[in-house]
């Protein structure tokens, strides 16, 4: 019985001082919002009810057991119950999207897959108080700097009136409304699309949609061009050339024997494109233009920009992907070992943490082309498998 209370008096201690430590920090955020020229009664009022929210905690420290394949990403992504639903929303909200069209460049399509891939069309916007996952993380030394710039961005939303605190809820991160702006992005890009005299993300297509537009062209969205397509690749194809890092003319991947899904020639256009595996060298290929890059400034996810490049195809009417393929997934101690046995065979993964980073995807490469293996920087079982062997053998 003594252990029991003795443990209880611990846990309530730990609590009492991290209460104590939110509050001191509530009080330095409200001290920087002032200082920041943020001062109507609505703003201090915001301050002094924001929580703690150790669930926000929680999930920023989590990991998955397992990283998703990129073929379970897309499938869990890209459903045939969303495209239908993308193209309804599509026409039922034609003269707003082919205004933003005209005004930002944006295609149709490409802003209701934003909507679908961040929101599933305004289903989720998620169910956090906003201003209190913003202070948690602020208060939280791991990005706490980050985090304070945006929760004083969030608090500019309340103290220019276009939002109420309360009706303010988002992701654990903070992210808000149909298109899931962070605040910071929401202050540099956000518009009064309707002309009703505020922001409102939350319930205003119209704010919504010319937002989005709005970021999209100051990220440098171009109009007329497409994301990228699906393609053929050579059996000679030298898969050290399938990287972000290696831009071409259109013109010089068909000289490289490179061509459509379909297998027809690549169009005659003056652009450059890169060549991304997300799969590996057994999946499909893509060949990547600008406006890829573009959607990567949303979000740095080579498999969420191909998704929102994808939807907004099948929303179009294109149809689905050419090349069938299985992937399976590897475990976050998988990919650790692999960076570890890359790093003991001399090449540089960096410190093993589970993620494959640019880092480790090069190591891969560099292993890949000592070994005479397909060098696509794809980590998969079967690299494991041979990381291993070769480990082995010179352990020999």
């Not at 808000?176 to 929401?186: E, N, Y």
């Amino acid at each position: 019985m003594a252990y029991w209370r003795s443990l209880l008096l611990v846990l309530l201690l730990a609590a009492s001082t991290a209460h104590a430590d939110f509050n001191a920090c509530r009080d330095r955020l409200r001290d920087q919002a002032r200082e920041a020229g943020i001062t109507s009664e609505a703003a201090m009022q915001a301050v002094a009810g924001v929580q703690q929210r150790e669930r926000v905690i929680e999930l920023d420290r989590s990991q998955p057991e397992f990283l998703r394949t990129f073929r379970a990403y897309l499938d869990r992504r890209v459903t045939d119950e969303r495209v239908e639903r993308g193209r309804r929303l599509l026409r039922e909200h034609e003269a707003l999207l082919r205004r933003v069209h005209r005004d930002y460049g944006v295609p149709p399509a490409y802003l209701v897959a934003f909507w679908g891939l961040e929101t599933n069309f305004g289903d989720h916007f998620g169910g956090l108080p906003v201003l209190d996952a913003l202070a948690t993380l602020a208060c939280d030394q791991r990005r706490s700097e980050f985090f304070t710039e945006q929760f004083l961005e969030a608090l500019r939303i309340v103290d220019a009136g276009d939002m109420q605190p309360e009706r303010m809820r988002g992701s654990w991160a903070g992210a808000m409304g149909h298109m899931q702006f962070m605040p910071s992005t929401f202050a540099a890009h956000a518009v009064d699309y309707d002309g009703s005299g505020r922001i409102d993300i939350w319930n205003s297509l119209a704010d919504a949609f010319g937002s989005a537009g709005s970021y999209l062209r100051a990220a440098g969205w171009q109009p007329g061009e497409r994301w990228g397509r699906e393609v053929q690749l050579p059996g000679d194809f030298d898969y050290s050339q399938a990287s972000l890092d290696t831009r071409r003319p259109i013109r010089a991947w068909s000289g490289l024997g490179v061509r459509t899904a379909a297998g027809d020639a690549l169009p005659r256009a003056d652009m450059d494109g890169s060549i991304v595996l997300p799969a590996g060298h057994d999946g499909p290929a893509f060949l990547v233009y600008d406006n890829f890059r573009v959607i990567l400034r949303w979000n740095r996810s080579v498999s969420y920009a191909i998704a929102v490049g994808h939807l907004a195809d099948r929303i179009r009417g294109l149809g689905g992907l050419h090349t069938r393929w299985q992937e399976e997934a590897l475990s976050v101690d998988a990919v650790r070992e692999t960076q570890e046995l890359l790093n003991t065979l001399g090449h540089d993964a960096g410190e093993p943490d589970g993620l494959p980073g640019p880092s480790t995807r090069a190591a891969i490469r560099s292993f890949q082309q000592a070994a005479g293996r397909p060098a696509d920087g794809h980590p998969d079982p079967a690299l494991l498998e041979a990381l291993r062997e070769a480990v082995d053998t010179d352990d020999d």
